[in-house]
């Protein structure tokens, strides 16, 4: 599958491009900059990176379009792919729909102290033999 991301630069949106082009997907995306980290790891990990938000950018048309948050309804990449009657998502569906299914997610949230409790269940569910994504 073809997928384009709208605003790819953020940590989320650039993690999920990741995601999606490990999985064997063919993946671009576009921003206003791309600066470390997240611009050299898309390059690292081969993903086509545009700057500038054109509706030239959806040439030929993917077959998913992700818009990031950080999008107005005036953007004119995610304007023209609306427009254009282009299956588009959120980075939030895209996850869940696409990434999410063939996995059993432990999701930590809060204010303080996520990336902590995150690496101590990652630490533990290595410990115990578990293979966790993180």
């Known amino acids: 599958m073809r997928v384009h991301f709208v605003a790819i630069a953020g940590t989320g949106m650039g993690a999920l491009a990741g995601l999606f082009k490990a999985a064997g997907h063919e993946v671009s995306g576009s921003d206003t900059a791309f600066y470390p980290p997240?611009?050299?790891a898309l390059n690292a990990w081969g993903v086509r990176c545009?700057?500038?938000?054109?509706?030239?950018?959806?040439?030929?048309?993917?077959?998913?379009?992700?818009?990031?948050?950080?999008?107005?309804?005036?953007?004119?990449?995610?304007?023209?792919?609306?427009?254009?009657?282009?299956?588009?998502?959120?980075?939030?569906h895209a996850l869940a729909d696409h990434m999410l299914p063939s996995t059993s997610p432990l999701v930590v949230a809060g204010t303080h102290g996520k990336t902590t409790t995150s690496a101590l269940?990652?630490?533990?569910?290595h410990a115990v033999g578990r293979d966790p994504g993180f």
């Open 50 to 92: 545009l700057e500038g938000f054109t509706p030239e950018h959806l040439d030929p048309e993917p077959d998913l379009v992700v818009i990031g948050n950080v999008c107005r309804p005036t953007n004119p990449e995610a304007k023209a792919a609306r427009d254009r009657g282009m299956r588009v998502t959120t980075m939030a």
């Open 121 to 125: 269940a990652a630490y533990l569910l």
């Open 38 to 40: 997240m611009g050299p």
